[in-house]
């Protein structure tokens, strides 16, 4: 038999005649299942293992305490020949690989197994991820075909007898620690199981992908066809109890930073707690909801074993068993959900507290802000003080400027008059005039005229100056611009 699976993008799926899946296709259509069908199609390369030499299957047989692992479809069908109740097991490398088997060995355990077509909804799940997906989808589905005419053997011969095959599957999702250097020791891991009864041969068959490590890979011919559920559940909530107690041991750490009083700069709490706390609060909503999702498959187990108790006479010592211990079971379960929404209570008070904590911090930050901004305000107060004396003073120091200047302005030209009288230029003498009379007069040089040109050309040229330099001082900030890139 060969895997005729294409790569091509045009052409997903695999033809399930090729690999003896015909059968599962017109059931998946009989139980209105076939979108499921379809999308099981599509995702077959990332399903199973292509290479036949790493396919491993687990098969047991009822009071033998190994583990036969097979490879190949033709080894699988000669160990499912013995009408035994058996135990079949897939594996996988990691929660995010493929299934550890080909097409074709499915196939074989399909047909053999009895496997129903609701059980596809959990293989599509187990197939090939590079990204934490699909991790929310839990479900139990009961079954039950009548076939007519079925051929059994009996000491006088084959014959023909009416059959019933029950069948049940359901997926489980648990807890276990994956040893590897992370914070978090913990993995949430997924199994799938599926049971077959058949009323003409009363021996059940059993198919479980990944089970879980606390699992007994045994079969035992007990007197009850479901009796493997409970062992089975026992595995998958091995591990809840120690869980859910590293939660309420991180939130007890979390607590003790808070329970003793202190002032609020003591207790250095910040936003990265508060981030830390929702991390753990959305992964116990996410315990929550699976247990809430075990605790609703228990009760269609419970429905499924009494149509089955009910259907083919079973002893009433046995019914009355395995409800009890189912029941106990679930009860495990309830004081499991109880404890999630107790440990969320706490994540929810000490969220309140670090909510309060953080707002206290904020407050105080707030207030010495504000101290800090009137000590500005009153250095600014003071500084403006300053400055209004400063102000003051200037205005003092300009008004005696004033009356300084209005006081040198009354005094120039008498000074200029004076120091034109007492310059060279002027003298006084006495002059001997026609008439020889003898005075005194004042007497001017004819050079004066020289005197008055120098000032006249020297406040020129000041004028000059003073206007040459005030236009180069306007013009170097627009050269400065135009010269600018």
Known sequence: MQVLVSRMSSLNAVPHDAVGLDSLSREADQFGLGYLWKDFESKLPSLFIDD?????????????????????PEELCTALEERVPKLII????????RIDVTIECFSVAYRLAGITPFFLHFVIGMGLKFSSKDEDFMSCYSSFVSKNNCLVSSP??????GDSLWGICYNIRHFECHNRDLEDPWSCRQSALHQS????????????IQPPEAFDLTVDSTPHPMALHLRYLHAALANWRDYLDSFAQRFRDLNQQIAIPNPYKKLKINFSHEQHLHHHRGKLHHARSILTNTRNIFN?????????????????????????KL???????????????????ISDDLSSMYSKIITFHGQELQHDTSLKLAHLAQADTSENKNMAVLVDLTYRDSRSMRIATAIAVFYLPLNLVVSFFSSTL???????????????????????????VAAAVLGIGTVCWSWWWNWREERKPVTRLQSSP
């Not at 006088?156 to 007898?161: D, K, L, N, P, Q």
């Not at 079971?329 to 209570?345: A, C, F």
């Open 426 to 452: 002027v003298w006084y003498g006495t002059a001997v005039d026609v008439a020889e009379n003898h005075t005194s007069s004042i007497q001017i040089r004819r050079e004066v005229w020289m005197a008055s």
């Open 156 to 161: 006088s011969g084959m014959e023909a007898h």
């Open 197 to 208: 009864f058949s009323a003409v041969s009363k021996q059940p068959t059993w198919v479980i």
């Open 52 to 72: 036949a030499t790493h396919s491993r299957i687990g098969v047991v047989m009822a009071e033998r305490h190994w583990v036969n692992w097979v490879s190949a």
């Open 300 to 324: 269609i187990i419970a429905e499924h074993e009494s149509a089955v108790a009910q259907k083919h006479n079973l002893c009433a010592a046995l019914h009355d068993d395995f409800q009890r």
């Open 327 to 345: 029941r106990n079971v679930s009860q495990e379960v309830d004081n499991y959900i109880e404890t999630s929404h107790k440990l969320l209570r």
């Open 90 to 97: 897939f594996n996988r490398y990691n929660s995010w690989s």
